[in-house]
């Protein structure tokens, strides 16, 4: 796992964040690895993260890789502090978006405890909190920490 922290300013004209994630699975299933940025509304980099998941879909990943960045800034932030903030999360996965946007309903029971999750981080977030779909050559910075963690992975079980 890496992670590269920045200071989070109190600056109370950064009230938006930015979170690009994505998840993949080399195989699907296959071994699985989710990443996120988290920007302030001046392109800022606050975080940076790439994570092993062990062996997952690319559904689960995506869905792994946005309750991590929600785990994230619950760590990070105080609630009281994110409920001044508009949170939007930008994803290349299509059914993940309409799915947490309730466009899609969820059929898998693995999807359905996920979505369990990502509702109760946001409960707890207490922020306004919206989803994007944008196309995956917008989200490449989220896409390279995904493949360079599999990589990684790849390289950590060859030796």
């Known amino acids: 796992m890496e992670e590269r922290n920045l200071s989070i300013s109190n600056d109370s004209e950064k009230q938006a964040l930015l979170i690009f994630t994505d998840g993949g699975a080399r195989g699907n299933p296959g ?5 996120f940025i988290i920007k302030d509304n001046y392109g800022e980099v606050l ?6 998941i062990g062996r997952a879909t690319n559904n689960v990943a995506e869905y792994q890789a946005v309750i ?3 785990t994230w800034l619950k760590n990070n932030y105080q609630r009281k502090e994110l409920s001044n903030y508009q949170i939007n999360f930008f994803l290349d ?9 309730g466009r ?5 029971a ?3 405890n996920l979505i369990i999750k990502v509702r109760c981080l946001e409960k707890e977030i207490n922020g306004k909190i919206f989803y994007h779909f944008i196309p995956r050559q917008k989200n490449h910075h989220a896409d390279f920490l995904v493949n360079q ?11």
């Open 31 to 35: 071994p699985a690895a989710i990443g």
């Open 47 to 52: 975080v940076e993260l790439g994570k092993f």
């Open 68 to 70: 991590e960045a929600l």
């Open 93 to 101: 996965s299509n059914l993940v978006v309409n799915q947490l946007n």
């Open 104 to 108: 899609f309903k969820i059929k898998d």
């Open 110 to 112: 693995k999807l359905k």
């Open 149 to 159: 963690t599999l990589d990684k992975q790849n390289l950590s079980r060859r030796h």
